[in-house]
């Protein structure tokens, strides 16, 4: 019997996404984005699915670029925080990245070693005030840029959406509309969609030239997880749109301990029976990435039923209900997340989102066999 917990990957589901992403967004190119190890899955594990798929692959950090083209990837290479300083300005050049510039202490950098980039992405910031340039500075920093030497293949433009999941805030056409009035008037591609963008319709950016090339940034989707927030009334089963789980967390049921009425179930006995019945603990915890303040009733799949967990998460284990579901025992694997059971689901019982989840699972998790 299997006694701890695994995680299954299915590279199929990765490749299906990323074709519903383009479907999303004909003839936009795709930077897939892999960055905080693949979103969970592993760094070279999404890269090796990707990168005969994709038209480029999306990082944060130079280090996490490095690693590719150490392990082999030579293609277009997207890092999104850009360089932190004059070494990784040149790792940039070396490892032959395309960096996105986001500050101006990075255009002195530039001066400062006699590298030249080819091409660079400058990013705006058209409201969520997080990196980038103010949309009045897009020109000077291009020219600036040229006059140096960078960007003989193109300076290119990206901006992020702060309300992409909810499409209908008016923040998006604030911020859609301040980079289409800055990067209008100037050359180069643009990239505006996170996977929340590609689902609102805004893959190739709004407002600009449809001659324009414009690239899509997509994540989150291409794990399987819709960017959108669940409705609060949404059962707790069934995928949002024709995405597939890039990842299946599972455990055995190691225990099943009979309930009498006022039955008191985990660490400060915050969940108490009302009628007889049975738990199961399942060795999923904390320590293996599952949250530990999921409250009870957050869904948990047994033979595929939904069989809410009950009472406090503990480091190495946790309890469902299996009251409603008679025929589970010692050794049946539970869902955590995954096949039958989306992670924003479980993510919206639990307070928090897909991206939080997936990128929390713990190292120590096996590989299923
Ligand atoms: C992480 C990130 C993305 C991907 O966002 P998802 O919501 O996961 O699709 C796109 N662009 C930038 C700048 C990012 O940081």
């Known amino acids: 019997m299997r006694r701890a917990a695994s995680i299954q990957l299915h590279p199929e589901a990765l490749r299906h996404n990323l074709a519903v992403a383009r479907g999303l967004a004909p003839g936009v190119s795709m930077w897939?984005?892999?960055?905080?190890?693949?979103?969970?899955?592993?760094?070279?594990?999404?890269?090796?699915?990707?990168?005969?798929?994709?038209?480029?692959?999306?990082?944060?950090?130079?280090?996490?670029?490095?690693?590719?083209?150490?392990?082999?990837?030579?293609?277009?290479?997207?890092?999104?925080?850009?360089?932190?300083?004059?070494?990784?300005?040149?790792?940039?050049?070396?490892l032959r990245l395309e960096p996105v510039i986001h500050e101006t202490a990075q255009l002195d950098h530039l001066d400062a070693v006699p590298v030249r980039l080819p091409t660079v992405w400058v990013k705006l910031n058209t409201g969520m005030n997080r990196l980038g340039f103010g949309p009045p500075d897009a020109e000077g920093v291009a020219r600036r840029l040229r006059a140096a030497g960078h960007g003989s293949w193109g300076v290119h433009w990206m901006t992020h959406l702060a309300c992409a999941d909810e499409p209908e805030h008016p923040q998006n056409a604030r911020q859609l509309e301040g980079f289409a009035a800055a990067v209008s008037p100037l050359p180069g591609q643009a990239s505006v969609a996170n996977s929340a963008a590609l689902f609102a319709g805004w893959g190739r950016a709004p407002g600009l030239d449809p001659e324009r090339v414009c690239w899509a940034r997509p994540g989150i989707m291409l794990y399987g997880a819709h960017p959108a927030s669940v409705p609060a009334d949404a059962p707790p089963e069934g995928p949002q749109a024709d995405l597939r789980p890039a990842m299946t967390v599972q455990a055995p049921i190691i225990a099943?301990?009979?309930?009498?009425?006022?039955?008191?179930?985990?660490?400060?006995?915050?969940?108490?029976?009302?009628?007889?019945?049975?738990?199961?603990?399942?060795?999923?915890?904390?320590?293996?990435?599952?949250?530990?303040?999921?409250?009870?009733?957050?869904?948990?799949?047994?033979?595929?039923?939904?069989?809410?967990?009950?009472?406090?998460?503990?480091?190495?284990?946790?309890?469902?209900?299996?009251?409603?579901?008679?025929?589970?025992?010692?050794?049946?694997?539970?869902?955590?997340?995954?096949?039958?059971?989306?992670?924003?689901?479980?993510?919206?019982?639990?307070?928090?989102?897909?991206?939080?989840?997936?990128?929390?699972?713990?190292?120590?998790?096996?590989?299923?066999?």
């Open 256 to 369: 099943i301990q009979p309930l009498e009425p006022g039955s008191m179930v985990g660490y400060g006995a915050t969940w108490t029976a009302d009628a007889p019945g049975r738990a199961g603990i399942v060795a999923m915890g904390y320590a293996d990435g599952y949250p530990r303040h999921a409250p009870s009733g957050t869904p948990v799949r047994v033979r595929d039923r939904i069989c809410p967990l009950i009472g406090r998460v503990s480091m190495d284990m946790l309890a469902v209900d299996l009251t409603d579901c008679p025929q589970a025992g010692v050794g049946d694997l539970a869902t955590l997340w995954g096949e039958g059971l989306p992670v924003e689901r479980v993510a919206r019982a639990a307070g928090t989102i897909s991206y939080e989840l997936l990128t929390r699972v713990a190292d120590r998790l096996q590989p299923a066999r």
């Open 32 to 94: 897939t984005v892999i960055k905080a190890e693949g979103y969970g899955h592993g760094l070279l594990w999404a890269a090796e699915v990707l990168a005969g798929a994709s038209d480029g692959l999306a990082v944060s950090q130079i280090g996490e670029a490095r690693a590719l083209r150490e392990a082999g990837f030579d293609g277009p290479l997207l890092v999104l925080q850009g360089p932190h300083d004059v070494g990784e300005l040149r790792a940039c050049h070396q």
